[in-house]
């Protein structure tokens, strides 16, 4: 079990597959006990969304999800980050999107219990962006508002990490036509003014994140709202979640040719996307039949790179 506070190197750990056996591929089999097979700091960055809460049959005895209890599914996960911890490289990272449960009308804030269990494993909270679903399903609430969001959370394996803000950069808005900050560099203190010679001119942190919000000449830096459409892969019975979620992750995350995991594959979206960017990864599930559509799936998409 996960002691908290400290990551716990498993036992009976092999590494008899060197790491390219490891590369490319979907591993089928429990996620935790494959996890333990694979070699030290090999993963730059891990995508993946796991099983929700109660949320679905994925037609295997060896699932995370069907606990009978939060307590249990959130200590399941842990224990599978703590063994994904040890993959990862000291500067990598995880992006977790997930979503949560109502029980007789009540949410459980099960991203949250998930997230706070994986910070006392050790792992380190950078932030919770919101996945906003724009065509979410529509339902039959009155009490509440109806959800069109999961958490996307991202954490960093140690203090300093790979991250390449750049990447990732959105168009400016502030001083758009639609914006109500008309006025440019007006803003700054008097027409044609700049953050350096501007009314705040002695402000440093005013300056850096004006600069960055409205001139930086990639755009400004990634919010924390992202907003994508859901998408659907027709050949898989479970909801995949969209290539463009996963791309804003490898591309902040995953440095050129570096090796992305996803522990849940599913359908493999995580590794489709990779390898449209070039890098490597490394898919595992625990139901033999998605490893083979996953791999159908990357395969038919090989002849197309
Ligand atoms: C939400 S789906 C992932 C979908 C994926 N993101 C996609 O776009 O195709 C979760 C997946 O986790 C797998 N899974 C559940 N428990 C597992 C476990 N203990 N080990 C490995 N895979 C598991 C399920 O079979 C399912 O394919």
């Not at 706070?116 to 050790?122: F, H, M, P, Q, V």
């Not at 390449?164 to 502030?174: F, G, K, L, W």
């Not at 440019?184 to 004006?210: C, I, Q, V, W, Y």
């Not at 992750?249 to 570096?258: L, Q, Y």
Request: charged share 25%.
């Amino acid at each position: 079990m996960a002691q908290p506070g400290k990551t716990v190197r498993p036992k009976n750990v092999s590494t008899a597959i060197p790491v390219g056996g490891w590369l490319n591929r979907f591993h089928c089999g429990n996620a935790t006990d494959v996890v333990k097979m694979m070699p030290a700091a090999i993963v730059d960055t891990v995508v993946t969304s796991p099983p929700y809460f109660q949320q679905r049959d994925y037609g295997s005895d060896l699932q995370i999800g069907q606990e009978k209890s939060i307590d249990r599914y959130v200590q399941n996960m842990a224990d599978l980050f703590v063994e994904i911890k040890r993959v990862v490289k000291p500067t990598g990272s995880l992006w977790m999107v997930i979503g949560d449960k109502y029980i007789k009308g009540e949410l459980q804030g099960v991203p949250w219990r998930v997230c706070l269990a994986l910070k006392e494993i050790g792992w380190h909270l950078r932030s919770d962006c919101i996945w906003h679903k724009p065509n979410a399903m529509p339902s039959s609430v009155k009490t509440r508002p109806t959800t069109d969001h999961e958490y996307i959370f991202f954490f960093s394996n140690a203090k300093d990490y790979f991250y390449d803000a750049d990447a990732i950069r959105e168009p400016h808005v502030t001083f758009s036509e639609k914006s109500k900050m008309k006025g440019g560099r007006n803003h700054f203190g008097k027409r044609g003014g700049t953050p350096e010679a501007g009314k705040n001119s002695g402000d440093n942190n005013l300056h850096d994140g004006r600069w960055d919000q409205a001139f930086h000449p990639k755009g400004r830096n990634k919010r924390t709202v992202w907003s994508i459409p859901l998408s659907k892969f027709r050949e898989a019975h479970f909801a995949v979640y969209p290539q463009q979620l996963v791309e804003n992750c490898i591309k902040a995350s995953c440095p050129a040719k570096g090796v992305v995991l996803d522990p849940f594959s599913g359908a493999g979206t995580t590794a489709l996307v990779a390898r449209e960017m070039e890098r490597d990864y490394i898919g595992i599930d625990c139901n033999p039949e998605f490893c083979k559509m996953a791999e159908a799936r990357l395969e038919k998409a090989r002849r197309l790179f």
